[in-house]
């Protein structure tokens, strides 16, 4: 059976009387855990990713649904779109664009699925209305789409939706298909509205309700919404306890899933998202293009995913290990032959052969770079940035670049040399530059050279007082350098919780650094570790939420809003 296209009243319909407000502002502060209590407060909202929506719809409904969509950019902050993410409010035409790839959803799901399975019940008739259906039917998909529970209104409004869409269309499905649109354009979907709860544990203080614990877990070892197991483990109160919390996070480190959940978060810390804007000069650099842009960012990706998650290796192997993975387009770059039949394959680079580690591979070469030369400055200040969590001021407006874009003069140390005299330069080229300049055997799209303009490249580099001989000399510098594992305990962190990292964390980050130390530098036993410590469910209330408590004692929160925590999450 084939659904209709829902004309355009059947849109109003659905706007008018689904509790989904144009303006996120107007999400209540009502327990999401539908549980009646009046104490739940929204402490926080977090915009989900793209990656994040494509892998939640695909456990809702299976990998057949197509998302062909364009996404509202998202905002990096402290290095991590985790966090930026968590200060993203929607604009009109964004809700726009979730509306209508919600409308393609559903028709894909109604068209393409038996419907019995899907639904999973009978109507009684299916030219009508049959409010027992379809509330089994909102309040199981409920559940999914929004993370927990539906509260009894918001099933209520859906069911409206549903049997007005049914009476209107005389088709009972169709307004199952209304309903599950409006489920799918709800801030409590698009957004990941973090709720708090008065402790009963201590007098006074809040914890993270179940559900939105649940959440955390499921998104930083998945990259996806919890599934049944874990929901229920929250309804349970299973996450509140120290057994029930070590049961799930050795079920979700120990799935196959937890290697989307690893190469998410390293495509977010790694600034992947360059890749859709990097442009090459094809007079200079006639072998680049898209397939090799694409190649050179999962290539990154299947580099750290299969040393550090599959083979579980110390982190630090990340810049020194000359094990990885290429194709055929890649192998044309490194000029190395390719003798295999499938689309990818391991390769080890020669113990010889410069190549050593994730900073001379195609990816991070080529994405900081310019389109005609290489760039040790770019290079040097992402190194800082990604791996050591030092940002580099932007440059004063006034300098003149002049000398250093002459890329038709002699080596880029020597123009390097010539831009440093300004004044207002030195200071963070002398920072910037040195590990730059030790991977300056490799060109603008990671290709190794000996010669610039004719002359000898010298990759000799002092970096912080240790003399560096070329890339090598720098991936041994940065596994001994308690700086780089102390950046990914900071960025597992604030990725996990979406919380900008202060002063007022520093204890606890260095005594999870040496923890991580002591467990041999591992990423599952990273995330594990962290996710287990009681900081990273810590409560933030925001700013300009007022707490009372009621005749009992119980705190409650004055109509708390997810632009409250927004605004709150901006201001840390």
């Known amino acids: 059976m084939k659904i209709l296209r829902r004309p355009v009243r059947a849109f109003a319909v659905l706007l008018a009387i689904s509790p989904v407000a144009f303006s996120i502002a107007a999400h209540s502060a009502e327990s999401p855990a539908a549980t009646g209590a009046s104490a739940q407060v929204t402490v926080a909202a977090r915009r989900l990713s793209e990656s994040e929506y494509r892998h939640t719809i695909e456990d809702v409904f299976g990998p057949d649904i197509e998302i062909n969509a364009r996404f509202e950019p998202e905002k990096r902050e402290q290095g991590l779109l985790a966090v930026g993410n968590a200060m993203l409010s929607l604009t009109s035409g964004g809700f726009e664009q979730y509306f209508i790839l919600a ?7 109604f068209d393409n699925t038996d419907l019995e399975a899907l639904v999973g019940c009978s109507p009684k008739d299916a030219s009508g209305a049959d409010p027992r259906c379809a509330r089994q039917f909102i309040t199981h998909y409920g559940e999914l789409i929004f993370r ?18 049914a009476e209107q269309t005389g088709d009972f499905h169709h307004g199952l298909n209304l309903a599950l649109t409006s489920l799918l354009v709800a801030p409590e979907f698009l ?51 120290e057994a029930g919390l070590k049961q799930q996070l050795d079920r979700l480190v120990a799935a196959p899933r937890f290697k989307d959940g690893a190469r998410a978060f390293f495509e977010d810390m790694f600034q992947l998202d360059g890749f859709e804007n990097m442009v090459k000069d094809p007079a200079i650099y006639p072998k680049f293009n898209q397939t090799i842009a694409n190649s050179a960012k999962e290539q990154m990706l ?20 000359n094990e990885t993975y290429i194709n ?5 770059v490194y000029n190395v032959p390719y003798g295999s039949a499938e689309e990818w394959m391991p390769y080890t680079f020669k113990d010889d052969s410069e190549r050593a580690g994730i900073l001379t591979q195609v990816g991070f070469l080529s994405q900081h770079a310019h389109p005609g030369t290489s760039s040790p400055t770019l290079r040097g200040i992402k190194l800082h940035e990604i791996f050591r969590c030092e940002p580099t001021p932007d440059p004063p407006a006034d300098v003149d670049f002049s000398a250093v874009q002459a890329s038709e003069k002699g080596t880029a140390r020597e123009r390097l040399l010539d831009h440093m005299e300004n004044p207002g330069c030195n200071a963070c080229h002398r920072r910037s530059d040195p590990p730059g300049l030790a991977l300056e055997h490799f060109d603008g799209i990671g290709q190794v050279r000996k010669f610039e303009n004719g002359e000898l490249i010298d990759v000799s580099a002092d970096f912080n007082g240790v003399q560096l001989d070329g890339a090598k000399g720098l991936a041994d510098y940065l596994k001994a350098d308690p700086r780089v594992p102390a950046c990914l305990v900071r960025n597992v962190y604030a990725y996990g919780t979406g919380l900008k990292t202060g002063f007022r964390d520093e204890a606890y980050l260095a005594e999870q650094a040496e923890a991580f130390a002591e467990k041999g530098y591992r990423i599952p036993a990273l995330m594990q570790q962290i996710a287990n410590t009681p900081e990273f469910f810590k409560v933030h209330i925001p700013e300009g939420v007022a707490l009372n408590t009621d005749t009992t004692g119980n705190a409650i929160s004055d109509n708390a809003t997810i632009n409250n925590a927004q605004n709150a999450q901006a201001q840390r």
């Open 103 to 109: 409308a393609d959803i559903t028709d894909q799901a």
């Open 191 to 241: 957004f990941r509205v973090e709720t708090a709860e008065p402790d009963p544990n201590n007098s006074g203080a809040f914890r993270l309700d179940g559900y939105t614990k649940a959440a955390r877990l499921s998104f930083l070892f998945w990259n996806s919404a919890p599934d049944h197991e874990l929901l229920r483990a929250a309804r349970d109160g299973e996450l509140h306890t």
């Open 302 to 321: 299947k580099t750290a995913v299969g040393l550090l998650v599959e083979k579980n290796r110390d982190y630090r192997e990340l810049f020194t290990s």
């Open 148 to 165: 927990r529970p539906l509260t009894e209104a918001e099933v209520e409004a859906r069911l409206e939706t549903a049997n007005q869409g």
């Open 328 to 332: 055929r387009p890649l192998a044309s």
